[in-house]
């Protein structure tokens, strides 16, 4: 069924870049709700950017400007673009999905909590930004 598979993180310095692919597979991703989550030891899980059902894309505050997530329906493949890279960005990066009807507002995923409003989800890549 439904499967996601991330990858592309790894160790960049301070201002780097790094493109994170989430490879879906056991459905059709444009008709869900995906989105990347990030947790770093001792936080919460939070939305970093989300494409919803009908397209639209929702990004949390501080990714503004430097992150950009697509969706490639061609081949099934989710991307977190990330450029100006901090050390605060360091965390395990998640992708996930969800079916109709979701959301991919970062104010619903802050109050409900991700894995409530996700279904699916990959195993994680580790982002880690050095100074």
């Known amino acids: 069924e439904v499967q996601l598979v991330e990858s592309g993180g790894g160790l960049v310095q301070l201002g780097g870049s790094l493109r994170l692919s989430c490879a879906a597979s056991?459905?059709?991703?444009?008709?869900?709700?995906m989105g990347w989550f990030r947790q770093a030891p001792g936080q919460e899980r939070e939305g970093v950017a989300t494409?919803?059902?009908?397209?639209?894309?929702h990004y949390e505050d501080s990714v503004v400007g430097r992150f950009t997530v697509s969706l490639d329906n061609a081949k099934n493949t989710l991307y977190l673009q990330m450029t100006g890279l901090k050390p605060e960005d360091t965390a395990m990066y998640y992708c996930?999905?969800?079916?109709?009807?979701?959301?991919?507002?970062?104010?619903?995923?802050?109050?409900?909590?991700?894995?409530?409003?996700?279904?699916?989800w990959g195993q994680g890549t580790q982002v880690t930004v050095s100074s």
């Open positions: 056991g459905f059709t991703p444009s008709g869900f709700c």
């Open positions: 494409i919803d059902s009908d397209g639209r894309t």
């Open positions: 996930a999905a969800e079916t109709r009807p979701c959301t991919g507002l970062m104010s619903a995923i802050k109050a409900i909590g991700a894995a409530r409003l996700y279904k699916y």
